[in-house]
């Protein structure tokens, strides 16, 4: 999602980057990331490295562009996708993008690759929801409270 949003940001209204890959160039160097370079390459090559700069989510974030409302997330005790990836990610977007639009990060704590029980899934999902919502101008439709019949109203 990452990678998406900085090649074409006007696409979107909002971005939800989820535990993601962000640093191609130092993916291999943290956890189990070695063993991704079988899938995405390695930066140690220099054939490579200029592939994976040209698409890598945290190398391609332009200055003064305007993104759209982008909510990463993480979780602090994620030993697959280090947090490193969202943190650094979401710290640039902040820093290089024009200020249109929230660039948040949700951190999900005591938790790793991916919420730990169902009421932190629920709230992590609440979450995204509300933001997409609210970041496309969606407003629920509320239906009347139903009174009951034969009051005499």
């Known amino acids: 999602v990452g ?4 090649q074409r940001p006007e696409l979107f209204r909002v971005g939800i980057p989820q535990v993601g890959v962000m640093d191609m160039l130092r993916f291999h ?9 079988a899938d995405y390459g390695s930066s140690e090559d220099a054939d490579e490295f200029a592939v994976l700069k040209a698409y890598s989510p945290l190398h391609n974030i332009r200055k003064g562009t305007k993104y ?8 602090d005790h994620d030993d697959r996708v280090v947090p490193a990836h969202s943190f650094k990610y979401a710290a640039a977007l902040q820093e290089l993008a ?3 639009t929230p660039l948040l990060i949700r951190i999900d704590t005591n938790s790793a690759h991916g919420a730990s029980g169902l009421e932190k899934q629920l709230d992590a999902t609440a979450d995204v929801y509300s933001f997409i ?3 496309t101008g969606v407003t629920p439709d509320i239906p ?3 009174r009951p ?3 005499g109203d």
């Open 3 to 6: 990678a998406v949003m900085n």
């Open 29 to 37: 160097k943290f956890t189990i990331g070695w063993n991704w370079a």
């Open 68 to 75: 759209p409302a982008t909510l990463v997330t993480t979780a």
């Open 98 to 100: 024009s200020h249109d």
């Open 133 to 135: 919502l609210f970041n």
């Open 144 to 146: 009347a409270v139903a």
């Open 149 to 151: 019949t034969g009051t």
